[in-house]
Nanobody
Framework: QVQLVESGGGLVQAGGSLRLSCAAS????????VGWYRQAPDKQREFVAS??????QYTESVKGRFTMSADSAGDTVYLQMNSLTPEDTAVYYC?????????WGQGTQVTVSS
């Protein structure tokens, strides 16, 4: 089992920055992919960024503004979010994949005011 806990969300003005963290615990050996997703009110959950063996990927709307990284131990991943806009308002979730299973965190709220 893998447990994920996100943190770092909050309220920020447009143009501001936030850094989200996702701390993994449990059996994290063998995790093959990690990603960030978000879900805005009344919208489907959408992909934001991921790190896999193929590298780091971003959805088009966050390219150049968001940066995903992981610490050297591989048990914490980050999402640095700059130049935030109200359209970035959502609950942000961390996901990790291991042996074909997906593990999700509980989410952290990001609210960007105009």
């Amino acid at each position: 089992q893998v447990q994920l806990v996100e943190s770092g969300g909050g309220l920020v003005q447009a143009g501001g920055s936030l850094r989200l963290s996702c701390a993994a615990s449990g059996s994290i050996t063998g995790i093959s992919a990690v990603g960030w997703y978000r879900q805005a009110p009344d919208k489907q959950r959408e992909f934001v960024a991921s790190i896999t063996g193929a590298g780091t990927q971003y959805t088009e709307s966050v390219k150049g503004r968001f940066t995903m990284s992981a610490d050297s131990a591989g048990d914490t991943v980050y999402l640095q979010m700059n130049s935030l806009t109200p359209e970035d308002t959502a609950v942000y979730y961390c996901k990790m994949e291991k042996n074909g299973r997906e593990y999700w965190g509980q989410g952290t709220q990001v609210t960007v005011s105009s």
